[in-house]
């Protein structure tokens, strides 16, 4: 079974200054700013990205379009109800649930969840600021995600 790697991206800061639902809020200059540096790093160090899987919230949203717009061959992109508000185990069943076809998904979401599942594959805590990324190598089908530790290959924000 060939080697399979996940992606966890936490979304760019967001501007809490307005009264719109949690759903609806947008990204803060701050978080513009970030975004682009995670989708530099991902071209930088990453082959190739087959899908992915993001948020509905516009934050999550947002952060992917700037983000894949450093990229020279964007993904496939699905957005999923699931991955907004999860726990990490609800991230966890979203990527066992995944296509055994992919072979490198992006998850763009929120903590605590992101945090959460990051730190279940990596059997030790993981902490995931506003667009960190956590990458990780998992062997055998998506099904077994989390059935033992993964290795993590990369962590944290991409630096200025």
């Known amino acids: 079974m060939s080697e399979r790697t996940l992606v966890l991206l936490r979304h760019a800061k967001s501007d809490w200054s307005g009264d719109e639902p949690d759903v609806d809020r947008p990204l803060?200059?701050?978080?513009r700013r970030q975004a682009p540096k995670a989708g530099r790093w991902l071209a930088a160090n990453l082959d190739r990205i087959d899908l992915a899987v993001v948020s509905p919230a516009l934050?999550?949203?947002s952060t992917w379009e700037l983000v894949s717009a450093e990229l020279a061959a964007p993904p496939?992109?699905?957005?999923?109800?699931?991955?907004y508000a999860a726990s990490g185990e609800d991230l966890l069943d979203?990527?066992?649930?995944?296509d055994d076809e992919l072979t490198t998904v992006v998850l763009v979401g929120h903590n605590p969840g992101m945090e959460d599942l990051a730190?279940?594959?990596?059997g030790r805590w993981v902490s995931l600021v506003t667009s960190a990324l956590a990458v990780f190598s998992l062997s055998g089908p998506w099904?077994?995600?989390g059935e033992r530790?993964?290795?993590?290959?990369a962590s944290g924000?991409?630096?200025?």
């Open 59 to 61: 934050r999550a949203r």
């Open 157 to 160: 924000r991409p630096p200025d």
């Open 28 to 31: 803060a200059d701050r978080g």
């Open 149 to 153: 530790p993964a290795t993590l290959r």
């Open 94 to 98: 979203a990527v066992r649930g995944l």
């Open 143 to 145: 099904s077994a995600a």
């Open 76 to 83: 496939a992109t699905r957005y999923d109800e699931r991955v």
């Open 119 to 122: 730190s279940l594959l990596a």
